[in-house]
């Protein structure tokens, strides 16, 4: 039984486009996160939310829009697609929010703007 | 914003070979963490050391936390194909409380 799960786990569009990766955990942790890995492998937290409020909002263009219905959730919508959107996008989530509080991370959705 | 620098980048190793990986910072970090991912999976938590000067041991997996609390190290004893992937440290960055700073990652590759 998956831990957290991310859908899709590829996603392939053209420029312009919008799309939405979404993302639930079963864990009954309080705080979720969005990050973004680069094709460098550099690993950068993007957003999170803690008991569905916005927590951390990382410098990401306001393209980029997270939403979480209930703390078991949160989805990212992403408007007019760029070339430099690529990269594969994780979602995780923490018992609580705090430093020690160990990240438990999904397996990642591949976009790829062409 | 408090930065992690691992080294090395790259490490390409035979099985049964002892190696170290280095995560290091001009800055002081209450606690650092260290995941390991390997390719199509999201990275998992291998260990949090917390106390300077602090050793945890995982398997033939040994972690040491700085005195000074600004490094750490992964030693792998007797690699194996398995021990294959990245590593990441990460450690608490930034104003924004529970936000976690990541280093770049060291690729280990295990040759059989």
């Known amino acids: 039984d998956t831990a957290v799960s991310q859908t899709p786990k590829y996603l392939v569009t053209q420029m312009g486009n919008d799309k939405s990766i979404k993302c639930e955990q079963n864990l009954g942790h309080d705080t979720m996160y969005w990050y973004k890995q680069d094709s460098k492998k550099f690993l950068k937290i993007m957003f999170s939310?803690?008991?569905?409020?916005?927590?951390i909002n990382e410098t990401v263009p306001n393209r980029f829009s997270p939403k979480s219905p209930d703390k078991a959730h949160l989805n990212l919508h992403i408007n007019s697609l760029e070339l430099g959107d690529s990269a594969v996008y994780f979602c995780?989530?923490?018992?609580?929010?705090?430093?020690?509080?160990?990240?438990?991370f999904g397996n990642g959705t591949r976009l790829t703007v062409t | 914003t408090q930065l992690l620098e691992q080294s090395p980048q790259f490490l390409s190793i035979q099985e049964g070979e002892n190696l170290t990986v280095y995560c290091n910072s001009s800055?002081?970090?209450?606690?650092l963490q260290w995941y390991r991912q390997e390719p199509g999976e999201g990275p998992v938590l291998l260990v949090t050391v917390v106390t300077g000067g602090e050793v945890k041991k995982l398997k033939r997996l040994t972690f040491q936390f700085g005195d000074a609390r600004k490094d750490s190290s992964l030693h792998i004893t007797a690699a194996q194909p398995g021990d294959t992937g990245l590593y990441l440290c990460a450690g608490p960055g930034g104003t924004s409380y529970g936000k976690l700073t990541f280093g770049q990652g060291t690729i280990l590759t295990v040759h059989p």
């Open positions: 800055s002081v970090f209450s606690s």
């Open positions: 939310y803690n008991n569905k409020e916005l927590i």
């Open positions: 995780a989530s923490s018992q609580v929010q705090g430093y020690n509080s160990p990240l438990h």
